[in-house]
C-alpha cells in the first residue's frame, strides 16, 4: 500500500519476474529492443555518462563464436535464447560528456582524465544501465537471462576492444515452461536496513 | 507499442521520473522504505549474492557527519532532503551464500574464497542493487537524489566499517518545485546498440 506503482506492474518488474534459463522459440524483434532503450536510456548516472553499450548477437555466425567462451552451465541457454545481448561499459565515455552534459562541459577533462577514473566509473555506472536495462526486458514483457559466468578476456577480445570492458551477457526472450529454479530466498529488511 | 509495462508506470520509473536536487518537507516513512525493500529485493545479483547494505541516516546528529564528508554541491540538498541513505557494498557477503543459494551452498567456497573476488563481484552487483533501489524508490512516488560526490573514505569510516564500501548516497523525499536541471541528452540507439 505505500507504493505508487500499481501491483500489476510491481509483479512484472520484481515479484514475478525471474532470471530465465529456458526460452519460447518466438523472436525478439529489434522494435522490442528499440522500445526497451528508449525506456532504460532515461535510468540515472553519474555527470549523465551513460557508459552502457550493448552488442546484439543476432547472427548464427556470432552466436557460434560467442557459445564456447560461455561457462559451461550457460553454454546450452546462450545457444538456445532468442537473442543474446552483451553488456559493456565504455572506458571512453567522457568523449561523449560534452554534448551528455552541456551545463556542465569540463567535467570531462575535470574528473575523467585519467584512464583508471574511467575505467572505474564506467564500471560502476554501466552496472547500473545494466540493472534499468534488465529492469526494462521486463517491461518489455520478456524474461532476461543475466550471466557473467564467461571468459571475460575472450569476449572482449572477440566483440569488443580495448576501450569496451564486458560487464555482462544476457539472453533475451519469453521463457518456457520451467524456465527457472525456486525463488531463493532473499535477505530480511533488518539484515539489509540500518538506521543511525 | 512494445512494452507490456503500462505507460503511466513508464513515466513514473523512467520517462518522468528525475534526479532531484531539492525536496519538500514531507518525511518519508519507515513503512515506505521498507515497502521499496520489499519489491527491489527480489531483483536479480550473480548468485543471488545480493551484496548491497543500506544505511538511513534519521537523527540529526548523523546527518551532522555526514554534511561535511559530502562535496561542497551536494551539502544543502543532502541536509535538507527528508531521508538521506548511504548504500554500501558487503565485501562479506558470500558469510549468507549457504542460506541465500541453499540449491548450491558450496558457490561460497568455490568461487569467493578470495577478497579481492568478492570486493569486486560486490562493486558490481551492489551497483545492479543500487539501480533497482533506485526504482522503487520512484515507484514509491518518491524522488531519488543518488550522489557519488563526497569523501568515500571518509564516509566508510564514520558510518562503515572496513567490510563494507561505500557505493553512492542516494536523497530521497518528494521533489520540490524546481527540484532538476532540464533534462540532458541521451545517446542515441544507434550509438550504444551494435549487432553482430
Given at each position: 500500500?505505500?507504493?505508487?506503482?500499481?501491483?500489476?506492474?510491481?509483479?512484472?518488474?520484481?515479484?514475478?519476474?525471474?532470471?530465465?534459463?529456458?526460452?519460447?522459440?518466438?523472436?525478439?524483434?529489434?522494435?522490442?529492443?528499440?522500445?526497451?532503450?528508449?525506456?532504460?536510456?532515461?535510468?540515472?548516472?553519474?555527470?549523465?555518462?551513460?557508459?552502457?553499450?550493448?552488442?546484439?548477437?543476432?547472427?548464427?555466425?556470432?552466436?557460434?563464436?560467442?557459445?564456447?567462451?560461455?561457462?559451461?552451465?550457460?553454454?546450452?541457454?546462450?545457444?538456445?535464447?532468442?537473442?543474446?545481448?552483451?553488456?559493456?561499459?565504455?572506458?571512453?565515455?567522457?568523449?561523449?560528456?560534452?554534448?551528455?552534459?552541456?551545463?556542465?562541459?569540463?567535467?570531462?577533462?575535470?574528473?575523467?582524465?585519467?584512464?583508471?577514473?574511467?575505467?572505474?566509473?564506467?564500471?560502476?555506472?554501466?552496472?547500473?544501465?545494466?540493472?534499468?536495462?534488465?529492469v526494462?526486458?521486463?517491461a518489455?514483457?520478456?524474461?532476461?537471462?543475466?550471466?557473467?559466468?564467461?571468459?571475460?578476456?575472450?569476449?572482449?577480445?572477440?566483440?569488443?576492444?580495448?576501450?569496451?570492458?564486458?560487464?555482462?551477457?544476457?539472453?533475451?526472450?519469453?521463457?518456457?515452461?520451467?524456465?527457472?529454479?525456486?525463488?531463493?530466498?532473499?535477505?530480511?529488511?533488518?539484515?539489509?536496513?540500518t538506521?543511525?
Amino acid at each position: 500500500m505505500s507504493l505508487a506503482l500499481d501491483p500489476a506492474a510491481q509483479d512484472l518488474l520484481f515479484r514475478e519476474a525471474r532470471t530465465a534459463n529456458a526460452f519460447t522459440d518466438e523472436p525478439v524483434t529489434e522494435e522490442q529492443v528499440q522500445a526497451i532503450y528508449d525506456l532504460v536510456k532515461f535510468g540515472p548516472t553519474a555527470f549523465n555518462q551513460t557508459p552502457l553499450r550493448i552488442v546484439l548477437v543476432r547472427s548464427a555466425e556470432a552466436r557460434e563464436r560467442l557459445v564456447p567462451l560461455m561457462a559451461e552451465g550457460n553454454q546450452a541457454k546462450t545457444a538456445s535464447a532468442p537473442l543474446v545481448a552483451i553488456l559493456a561499459a565504455d572506458n571512453e565515455f567522457h568523449e561523449e560528456l560534452p554534448k551528455l552534459l552541456p551545463h556542465f562541459p569540463q567535467a570531462k577533462d575535470m574528473f575523467f582524465s585519467e584512464r583508471p577514473v574511467r575505467e572505474a566509473a564506467a564500471g560502476v555506472n554501466a552496472a547500473l544501465q545494466a540493472a534499468y536495462f534488465i529492469v526494462g526486458v521486463r517491461a518489455a514483457g520478456l524474461a532476461a537471462g543475466p550471466m557473467t559466468g564467461f571468459d571475460f578476456a575472450a569476449v572482449q577480445k572477440e566483440f569488443l576492444d580495448d576501450d569496451h570492458s564486458p560487464l555482462m551477457i544476457v539472453n533475451i526472450g519469453k521463457p518456457a515452461e520451467d524456465a527457472w529454479f525456486p525463488r531463493s530466498p532473499r535477505l530480511e529488511y533488518d539484515e539489509v536496513v540500518t538506521t543511525v
